[in-house]
């Protein structure tokens, strides 16, 4: 796994479009394990605005921009990593149960 984190952070800066849009599909992939992955992607996705799909348009980068860029890859090199469930585990014939009830003015 660490291999792949380093070439998430190892990757350098998109130089068009069509490649800020594979960068974006990656992490939005992940969104839901990256928390405020909207937010952050915000200033990257103003890039795709006006752009054709496919098109090669080069991105003009600002500050506000690669610091963005920088924040996204550090939270999909730091998201949770996800695992398999391990079918043959010594917990298994361990469980744990809970309940919730809520009486309501008609008992």
């Known amino acids: 796994m660490p291999e792949k984190v380093a070439t998430i952070t190892n990757s350098p800066k998109p130089e ?3 490649e800020l ?3 974006l599909a990656i992490s939005n992939f992940y969104r839901r394990f ?3 992955t909207a937010r952050t992607q915000a200033v990257l996705n103003s890039y795709k605005k ?7 348009t080069p991105i003009l980068w600002s500050e506000d921009s690669t ?3 920088g924040k996204g890859k550090r939270d999909l090199a730091e ?3 996800l695992y398999y469930t ?3 585990a010594l917990l298994l014939n361990t469980a744990v149960g809970a309940a919730f009830h809520q009486q309501g003015s008609k008992g």
């Open 34 to 36: 990256i928390p405020h």
């Open 21 to 23: 849009r594979h960068f």
């Open 50 to 56: 006006g752009a054709k799909r496919n098109g090669r």
């Open 86 to 88: 391990v079918a043959d």
């Open 16 to 18: 068009t479009v069509k």
């Open 79 to 81: 998201a949770t990593t």
């Open 67 to 69: 610091a963005t860029f």
